[in-house]
């Protein structure tokens, strides 16, 4: 069986130019990066701003698997299905990480017949979004310390600072630092650490910003740390924003790739969903809906982390109503969430089957408290059985959905014609009535509760004194009418990893609270989840190489 790589170069791919006049861009718009990757220019972004919006479309999923669900493969499949059926549609996604490129999960392209292209340069260096966004938070935490070393006049307590450093890369080593050792020369010495860039602040806003104004504003509101006093210090405190924002200008443009059957797709922007928000950037969303009948993106991770942050921060902030929503999910993952080892996936075994269910039906029933319909994309592995098949497709329409059986990983388009249809309808029938799950009005706190309790289930949340502390403190600042992100961790409901299926009875205990002020958000980091993740044991990266030809082999 070819691998996704070898898929991928064996597909013919057409000028980027060509898909680019399929989506409605003219050639004076685009700005080529090579024969098949452009970005589109921002004054074409502005120019559409008058048009109507088409039809959103959400794919998510169930918490993310060993076993592998294939949610990017089923927002490229139904992409390419839509547009076979005679919709004008495009895809939206996430730029991928070098993170995960590098450790366990590989890249963010798809996969089989279901891809975006050119896969290589999409996971790797694309087009300089992540090293411009790296950069421009690294600035400022440069200019950070050299405003402390140059006599502090703004009076910075070091204790206090909370800008940290930023690299997209898994390197548990750099979690926790101390900076600026040497000597006098070398400043003053304190403690500081790393996130990897798709946690950053900068990440986050680089997604939520309509414009390079809208962009500049969130960066100078970015709280770096505390002066002795109790005052919040700025980035344009510190005269920094200026300087971010002309590293991110040309970032900002989004970039415009094809898929293997020539359908246009939107890559740009990439914070991760168990730690930010998980959603590709609202320029390019915005964009897409202006240029097609139907915009079909993905929120990352299951749709508790990924789908409700979408939801809740990026479709309140940018002022998005979807018209519909996919849950992908496999008979082996479902398995899997039944008790089922990944070693034995591959045997016959509908009571465990019927076990794991109940973590799809969890899902569904939370997408429709947004306001939602749903279907189900069962994603086909070849040992799925007939029984298999048809236990899931039973529980679903006991919940009046459809699982719609998709092949698009190995058939392209056609293996998502049926799924594309029911889409269609869900759109036509325009039955969606979208609210956020929370008023801006709530407190703070009362907010992580109800996620906690309507998304996750869970009896409570546990919330240390001093972190109850800080949420008054950015309430009293004028900050408690933003939404709250949850970081967990992505493989499960609960905060522990290994609670799989629909846990019930347990708390969210949420160690620390963190305001990203231009952002438009609070964090509430919950669990053992870390915003530097580390490399596995054996990391992809030893299997990734050159061969004799200078092609790339090991990356998937």
Not at 5 to 20: F, N, Q, W
Not at 85 to 114: D, W, Y
Not at 315 to 330: E, F, Y
Request: with cysteine.
């Amino acid at each position: 069986m070819a691998t996704d790589l070898e898929i991928a170069r064996a597909a013919r791919l057409r000028p980027i130019a060509e898909i680019a006049a399929r989506a409605g861009i003219p050639d004076d718009a685009l700005e080529p990066y090579g024969r098949h990757k452009a970005k589109v220019s921002l004054d074409f972004v502005r120019a559409q701003e008058g048009r109507p919006d088409g039809a959103l479309v959400l794919v998510t999923g169930i918490n993310p698997t060993a076993a592998g669900e294939g949610k990017t493969t089923t927002t490229i499949g139904l992409g390419d299905a839509l547009n076979a059926a005679g919709s004008r549609a495009m895809i939206c996604l996430r730029e991928p990480s070098l993170g995960p490129c590098f450790g366990v999960k590989g890249g963010a392209t798809g996969g089989g017949r279901a891809q975006v292209a050119p896969m290589e340069e999409i996971n790797l260096h694309f087009t300089g979004d992540f090293h411009a966004i790296t950069a421009a938070n690294n600035l400022l935490a440069a200019m950070l310390d050299n405003h402390v070393y140059w006599g502090n006049a703004l009076d910075l307590d070091a204790r206090r600072i909370a800008w940290r450093r930023a690299m997209d890369m898994n390197d548990r080593a750099l979690r926790a630092t101390n900076v600026s050792l040497g000597g006098v020369a070398n400043g003053f010495p304190r403690e500081d650490g790393f996130d990897i860039t798709v946690a950053s602040e900068v990440m986050a806003i680089f997604c939520l910003a309509r414009d390079l104004h809208d962009l500049q504003d969130r960066l100078g509101r970015i709280i770096v740390g505390q002066t002795r006093a109790g005052r919040s210090v700025t980035a344009r405190d510190l005269k920094a924003d200026g300087a971010m924002a002309a590293l991110l200008r040309d970032a900002l443009a989004p970039n415009l790739v094809q898929t293997l059957e020539g359908s246009p797709a939107l890559v740009h922007g990439g914070p991760f969903a168990n730690i930010a928000h998980g959603c590709n950037s609202v320029i390019a969303t915005r964009l897409g809906l202006k240029l097609a009948d139907v915009v079909v993106t993905e929120a990352g991770f299951g749709a508790d982390l990924g789908a409700e942050k979408f939801l809740d921060i990026k479709c309140r902030s940018a002022g998005l109503a979807p018209s519909a929503c996919v849950i992908v999910a496999t008979v082996r993952a479902l398995k899997l969430n039944g008790g089922v080892a990944k070693a034995d996936l591959g045997t016959e075994d509908v009571a465990a089957l019927r076990r794991g269910i109940p973590n799809l039906e969890r899902h569904v029933e939370n997408i429709r408290k947004f306001g939602l319909p749903v279907v189900v994309a069962l994603n086909r592995f070849t040992s799925d059985t007939e029984a298999e098949i048809a236990a899931v497709q039973d529980a679903m329409a006991a919940m009046g959905t459809r699982a719609i059986l998709c092949t698009h990983w190995g058939d392209g388009a056609a293996g998502a014609a049926e799924l594309a249809h029911a889409v269609r309808e869900m759109i036509a029938e325009r039955s969606a009535r979208y609210a956020p799950l929370y008023g801006d009005d709530l407190p703070l706190a009362d907010k992580i509760a109800t996620v906690a309790r309507e998304v996750y289930r869970a009896d409570g949340i546990v919330l240390p004194a001093a972190a109850a502390a800080k949420l008054r403190r950015y309430e009293d600042a004028g900050f408690g009418e933003v939404p709250v992100c949850i970081a967990k961790t992505q493989y499960s409901f609960s905060t522990d990893p290994t609670a799989l299926g629909a846990p019930v009875g347990h708390t969210l205990s949420v160690r620390d609270v963190r305001l990203s002020a231009g952002a438009g958000f609070v964090v509430a980091i919950c669990g053992d989840i870390m915003t530097m993740p580390g490399l596995p044991r054996v990391p992809a990266a030893e299997s990734i190489g050159l061969d004799e030809e200078g092609r790339i082999f090991g990356l998937f």
